[in-house]
């Protein structure tokens, strides 16, 4: 018996089980539910397909995520050309949610791997070994980026949620 | 999850972000799709590719076809668990369906 049909079976646990956290984090990056939605059936297509080359290294599902988290990050980079070549496209983070603008703005601001961090931590509930796992970095960077994530935050914090 | 992640874990930067973007609980994956979408683009498929794919894929459209078929509640979800000798025995149902009635 070959390992084929089990590595199949086991990305089809992960996709049944992790897909709302997929979207999600997929919606986080690219700022779109439905473009989020063709991003995770994407990811799944590329995984589906390359899932025999996959080595080993590492979690099955650390592989998942940084595949969802990679097709994410190209579409949005994809999407910002786009913008910059026609400035009347503009991002549609709304999608019949009530998206606050600050929030929106200052993510934006933050560094990349900052927003990941925080994608990663608070909308897929990953801990630390698996967010690094998922960006290729070090634990203790994962922290310490967290940290700086969670600093540009607070001048957020102080004018939204008044203490 | 470790103490540390925990200390680190901050519910007003989570309350903010949870408006943000919603935890969509009521969306549905569509896994037999992918699985499909998969199959539309190889031209050149390994040796194995076709043997749990394109029986899952088959299997999958049999249970939509077949929904009191005891395959189908499962498939869509499971389609890899589809063995060959489960395939083959659904191939042979569905074969020898035009012929019974032929026959009458």
């Keep these: ?163 | 999850m470790t103490d540390h992640d925990v200390t680190d874990y901050d519910p007003r930067v989570n309350e903010i972000l949870e408006r943000q973007v919603p935890l969509r609980l009521d969306a549905q994956p569509d896994w037999a799709g992918a699985l499909r979408k998969a199959e539309d683009g190889i031209t050149a498929r390994p040796a194995d590719w076709g043997s749990g794919l394109r029986y899952a894929c088959e299997a999958d459209a049999y249970s939509r076809l077949h929904s009191s078929s005891p395959y189908s509640s499962s498939l869509g979800q499971r389609p890899a668990l589809v063995s060959g000798a489960a395939h083959r025995r659904q191939r042979s149902i569905r074969l020898r369906r035009p012929a019974s009635s032929s026959t009458h």
Excluded: C
Excluded at chain 1, 17 to 27: I, K, M, N, T
Excluded at chain 1, 105 to 134: C, K, N
Excluded at chain 1, 140 to 154: E, I
């Design chain 1, 1 to 163: 018996m070959t390992k084929e049909p089990v590595a199949l079976a086991a990305l089809s646990d992960i996709y049944e089980h992790r897909y709302a956290r997929f979207l999600r984090v997929s919606e986080a990056i690219v700022g779109d539910a439905e473009v989020a939605r063709d991003v995770v059936q994407e990811a799944f297509v590329r995984l589906i397909r390359s899932r025999l080359q996959f080595r080993g290294e590492g979690s099955v599902e650390g592989w998942v995520w940084r595949t969802v988290v990679n097709t994410a990050r190209n579409v949005r980079r994809d999407a910002s050309k786009h913008r910059a070549e026609d400035p009347s496209v503009e991002p549609t983070a709304t999608n019949g949610h009530v998206v606050d603008a600050g929030v929106r703005a200052l993510l934006a601001t933050l560094p990349e791997r900052q927003r990941l961090v925080l994608f990663l931590r608070y909308y897929a509930d990953l801990d630390y070994g698996s967010i690094a796992e998922v960006l290729e970095i070090q634990p203790g960077t994962v922290g310490a980026t967290l940290n700086q994530a969670h600093s540009a935050m607070k001048r957020l914090l102080k004018e939204e949620v008044p203490q």
